[in-house]
């Protein structure tokens, strides 16, 4: 992850990871220090998060709910 934000010249504090896995695209971006949006549209679903020791910085029903202004 600190190689994809270093080739495309970004920082962890104005970059978040987008991902529908908990076990994979959230982890890995928790773990690399960024902000992280789970949706709901993929694998995990809203009640599977509780297992998890980690959460999602944000939630979402679908990555088209996202505002990105």
Sequence with gaps: MRTALRTINAHSENSVMIGD???TDIVAGTESGLRTIL???GVTTREQVERFPYRPTWIQESIADLDVE
């Design 21 to 23: 896995r908990m076990d």
């Design 39 to 41: 949706v709901l549209t």
